[in-house]
DNA sequence: TTGTATGCGTTATCAT
DNA sequence: ATGATAACGCATACAA
């Protein structure tokens, strides 16, 4: 237990330093933020007393002065999913490298609380924002004024094309379709969709990508087999659903592992068994899905290199103003586990 | 896509405001702190005014000119690892109501990594930071300096004892006893551990709390029996070494769930049978812990509770200058699923 | 109850 | 190549 005296020191500021150097902090300043009209000499003076003197930039005033605070705001709906930290973890290691901070916010998928967390990252005077919408999000003029207050707004995975900014997203109608695909060459003829609903882009354009795929196969896509189902409770009932009558589908494609989850619960509980009776795919390719049983065949969305590309758009319009807002769409990569291969 | 004219406008300042009420600015940031110097009639019309302007309080000025920046800075080892995230998912929850904003970053493990986020922190301005150490930190003059800063310092999970500060931890003692004691009681009798270690306080205190648990039952503890294994292939490794002359253990405890995964991994491969021929014990209540096969028991640290109370104790901090440095461990509950009950 | 004056630490614009 | 000065937006000590 320490019981060293606690001398609450004051942080060192530039004055301390050109006090020290008999210079003036303007002078100070230049040579700290490597100002060509500065002399090496002197530079190096105020590196050497910058060091001795433990000397941390102020970003408050630094920002009061210049607009500029090296600080990036991100709203998540939820902090705590895997698909969202690991994104974030994307993006701080890329803005780490050049100098900035991650304040971060998450909405709890509640549009009072997205409003509440942008006013607040305003406040902070963040440099940028990159956002996920949250699910009930279904009016803009919060973004639209952090876009009119010259603040740059970079959209991620949940987006919408009502605002006009860089949109970081996954392909998720080939994620859709190449999971279809797959269990259609694998022999499934009835496939089971367990979706999330065509509000949220990313769930209807996995969707859609699931329609395209049935069709190319010549096969109709049957509404009866379609049933909205976000978690894993969901994924139980709508299996029990499509499956207690004996006449459901051989496949269950799911728009998330959880939702995939409840559908293998069922299956285990009703002794149908997977893949052999059942096939079923998950999205995302949460951590579980390796060790379920069986494993579980899912989307894996690449989530760090989307924090990472999010990260990427939005410094280049932070140090290049740049406005291009052309992205292409991240690739999905279906994962073949077992619980949608047959044995042959 | 919108193409409104993207009009870049100031942000509105109390001194519009004030402008607008024909009042002092002074006059209006009393009015918005809520200062009992003010009439009610004059708070009323500039919360209208302000509202009106879509007046966003600057922060960096505050900062700059009150010492307070409602932002507060929070270092973990790692964003996507589940504990961390879900800690943080409990500050944020925590903070937010009294109108703090969280700056997240990660030392990923490593010393260096950790004393600059520390400075960047402290260049935030923020009024407090919250840590868990990195594995790496032997030395904690960075965060003695912090202190020396008269920035409010806690420490929650990974801590050291060296720093005056409040610690908010996990009695990971009891966890590790608990869990001993589970596997004990089943019949279990030659207790193999793979722990984490004896530098990080979390993994000496669980292999202590299983030595103990041990001795109370008069069992002596084996030294060939603990290994020192981090992930799940150092779990698998380590079930190799111990298992593979079949004179091994007749259960495993892991002080992490990735590490019994791997054990999980080479008994399957092994045909060693969990959980009649091998019990099986994980540390942190993974997501997949519950989906593995067999499911996999564990204990859960909380870790949501965890950050609150690191929160709340930094609130304190913040708030009433409480310098009270005592808090409870917080419980550790056993959660006994499949891997480490026999069948009667 | 309200107004006046000042300064927080930095940087941009002058000037020298 | 460097110095002097002002200003960013806000909060506070002091006046009235």
Not at 8 to 30: F, G, H, M, W, Y
Not at 271 to 288: D, K, Q, T
């Amino acid at each position: 237990m320490s019981n060293k005296q606690e001398r609450v020191e004051r942080q060192a500021t530039i004055i301390d330093i050109a006090n020290k150097l008999k210079k003036d902090p303007s002078t100070v300043s230049r040579a700290l933020s490597g100002s060509p009209r500065i002399s090496d000499r002197t530079k190096e003076e105020v590196a050497r007393v910058a060091a001795e003197l433990n000397y941390i930039p102020n970003r408050a005033a630094a920002r009061l002065r210049s607009g500029r605070s090296k600080v990036v705001g991100v709203i998540v709906p939820r902090l705590n999913h895997h698909f969202f930290s690991e994104a974030i973890y994307g993006m701080e290691a890329k803005l780490k490298r050049e100098g900035y901070n991650l304040i971060i916010c998450q909405s709890n998928e509640n549009y009072v609380e997205e409003c509440d967390a942008v006013r607040s990252l305003l406040s902070s005077q963040v440099d940028g924002i990159i956002i996920s919408l949250s699910s009930q999000t279904k009016n803009f003029e919060h973004l639209q004024y952090v876009l009119d207050s010259g603040v740059p707004l970079v959209q991620f995975d949940r987006v919408t094309d009502e605002l006009n900014t860089p949109r970081i997203v996954n392909d998720n109608f080939e994620g859709g379709y190449k999971a279809v695909n797959h269990l259609l060459s694998g022999g499934y003829r009835k496939i089971g969709v367990l979706h999330g609903g065509m509000v949220t882009n990313v769930y209807r354009e996995r969707l859609e990508g699931v329609h395209q795929a049935l069709e190319d196969a010549g096969i109709k896509s049957n509404k009866a087999l379609e049933l909205e189902a976000f978690t894993e409770k969901d994924g139980y009932n709508a299996a029990k659903k499509l499956l207690a009558n004996g006449n459901g589908p051989d496949a269950i494609f799911c728009c998330s592992d959880h939702t995939a989850l409840g559908v293998l619960e069922y299956a285990k509980e009703a002794n149908i068994s997977v893949p052999s009776e059942l096939g079923v795919l998950g999205y995302a390719n949460e951590l579980f899905t390796r060790v379920t049983n069986p494993s579980l065949s899912t989307v894996d969305q690449q989530c760090d290199k989307l924090g990472r590309q999010a990260a990427s758009v939005l410094l280049k319009r932070l140090t290049f103003k740049s406005m291009l807002n052309v992205e292409e769409p991240i690739k999905s990569s279906l994962i073949i586990r077992d619980s949608s291969v047959r044995a042959i």
